[in-house]
């Protein structure tokens, strides 16, 4: 393994590390056991260790987006396996927006918070926040397949392409349950959204360790258009 392929490869391991921070939210951050809450409520305003959590993200959003760009502007690509790079891309200038854009208050910890929200009073970073998190995890849903298919069309390594698989499976389908426990929520029907995203994130960063993998393994990366 070249040091072009372990420098790749280690940044998305530390970004996989870094994105996986919320785990420690139930030791430092009480409200954060609450399987309802979204783990982006550990960064939230005035929550204990926030800037720590924004920091996190921060940087696993600029290591992640670095080696990205290393990638992108270094080596040819076929379009498929561009398309995945763009999308890791994406995921981590969204994740960087989510560090520099913080949920104003914790909803699902504070009433007067979910009231506001629910109201529309809440700041435009507020918002933003929404949007951006919205955005990380489409380009996660949109980067898993892209490796995936790649590693089926462009390597017999069938660890690799089971793995990738299993991932896209997992990212897809907690995708969707989150996105129909937001419309039963809207319809008075509270679903466990908290758990859902929960897993949604361990897939994101089971992915980003999945793309670590990709640049190890697949090693035809010349004169790929």
């Not at 809450?37 to 550990?42: A, Q």
Request: glycine share 8%; proline share 4%; charged share 10%.
């Amino acid at each position: 393994m070249n040091s072009y392929r372990r420098l790749v490869a280690s940044a998305l391991l530390v970004g996989a590390a870094l994105y996986s921070a919320w785990l420690f939210g139930p030791f430092v951050d009480p409200h954060s056991r609450s399987m309802s809450s979204y783990v982006s409520e550990l960064a939230a305003v005035g929550r204990p260790y926030s800037t720590l959590f924004r920091c996190l993200d921060f940087v696993c959003g600029a290591v992640v987006l670095t080696a990205t760009a290393v990638v992108l502007r270094s080596r040819p690509q076929r379009w498929l396996i561009r398309i995945g790079w763009c999308a890791v891309a994406l995921f981590a200038a969204a994740t960087v927006a989510d560090s520099l854009l913080p949920l104003s208050c914790a909803p699902h910890s504070d009433p007067t918070c979910a009231a506001r929200e629910a109201s529309g009073d809440v700041p435009l970073t507020h918002e933003l926040h929404l949007a951006s998190s919205g955005l990380a995890g489409f380009a996660a849903v949109v980067s898993a397949p892209a490796f995936t298919i790649s590693a089926y069309r462009y390597s017999n390594h069938r660890v690799l392409q089971r793995i990738g698989l299993s991932i896209t499976a997992l990212l897809l389908t907690s995708t969707a349950a989150i996105l129909g426990a937001i419309w039963l929520g809207e319809k008075g029907h509270p679903a466990a959204i908290g758990v859902i995203q929960r897993v949604q994130l361990l897939a994101i960063a089971g992915g980003l360790v999945y793309v670590a993998g990709f640049v190890h393994y697949l090693r035809d990366d010349r004169n790929q258009q």
